[in-house]
């Protein structure tokens, strides 16, 4: 797969799950809340992916 669909899939989910998670625990935060999960969890999944890799060299 190229980069830009990896990205665009990584990003995708890990707001949706941001939302669900920031909607399921804490009902009463804003949507900056859930879009700032979303975000931590897109940099964490990128960065599981560089220690995975390095890893393996």
Same mark, same amino acid.
């Given at each position: +797969?190229?980069?830009? /669909? !990896?990205?665009? !899939?990584? %990003?995708?989910?890990?707001?949706?799950? *941001? /939302?669900? =998670? +920031?909607?399921?625990? #804490?009902?009463?935060? *804003? !949507?900056?809340?859930? %879009? %700032?999960? *979303? =975000? =931590?969890? =897109?940099?964490?999944? #990128?960065?599981? %992916? #560089?220690?995975?890799?390095?890893?393996?060299?």
């Amino acid at each position: +797969m190229e980069r830009v /669909t !990896i990205f665009i !899939i990584r %990003a995708v989910l890990s707001f949706v799950f *941001g /939302t669900l =998670l +920031m909607r399921l625990f #804490y009902p009463d935060k *804003g !949507i900056v809340f859930s %879009a %700032a999960l *979303g =975000l =931590l969890l =897109l940099s964490l999944s #990128y960065f599981s %992916a #560089y220690w995975r890799h390095r890893k393996s060299k």
